[in-house]
């Protein structure tokens, strides 16, 4: 089939939304199988109104910041950040480690907000706005954990699932597995699945009998052992999200 303009234009920055530190243009046009010529009018006009910045040394192309200000303003409609952020920030100080909210929104897992950053040497693309698969992420799983079987192969229908870690779940059945887990225990562990050398650990939160959130905490290996996990991180995340579920009664997301 086709492709029309428009949905050229659309694979184009979902591409560049999966590779947040750039893509040179080669690697663009072989990746979406469209010849360069297309592939740089489509680059400069996004360009000329800032919806993509071109490294001057590397020559990569990235998303640029006009996509943050839109999804900003999107975000602003999300009434659960302002009922989250003092808890985000308390669980922030509590723990010392990255805190962050997820939803799930067009089958994606998306980053709504986010407290500190990353400790030195420690490589984490996330921002608000950011969106990426489920699977490798414990706020992905959490999200997962009380979909139907169906709605899941509607998120996987192939039941191919990306590697991004060294740990990444690559089985579909074992996923399915790991998602039952996440639900009799109430929490998900993320053991370097996403990022070699990170960890982190999620828990659910509820409005209206269903999840429609997740809180997550994330850190390195070092600091966030699966010891201090289980015996402390398991016990602030689950706490901060029961805190956010309890006053989550009148959201609609």
Known sequence: MKLSTIEKGIKLIELLSRNPKGLPLMDISKTMGINKSSIHH??????????????????????????????????????????????????????????????????????????????????????????????????????MSELSLNEILDIYPDKSLQVYGKNTITDFDELIEEVELVQKEGYAIDDEEYYEGVRCVAAPIRAGGKIVASVSITGPIFTMTMKKITQKLVFLVTMTAEKLSNEMVNIHL
């Open 42 to 143: 489509m680059l400069q006009t996004y360009l000329a109104h800032e919806y993509v910045v071109q490294d001057p040394e590397t020559k990569k192309y990235s998303l640029g910041f006009k996509f943050l200000q839109i999804s900003s303003s999107i975000l602003e409609g999300i009434d659960i950040r302002d009922i989250a952020k003092n808890h985000l920030i308390q669980l922030h100080e509590n723990c010392h480690e990255i805190v962050q909210l997820y939803i799930l929104k067009n089958k994606k897992l998306i980053c709504i907000d986010k407290i500190g950053i990353p400790r030195e040497g420690l490589s984490i693309s996330s921002y608000v706005g950011w969106s990426t698969e489920l699977h490798p992420a414990a706020s992905g799983k959490i999200l």
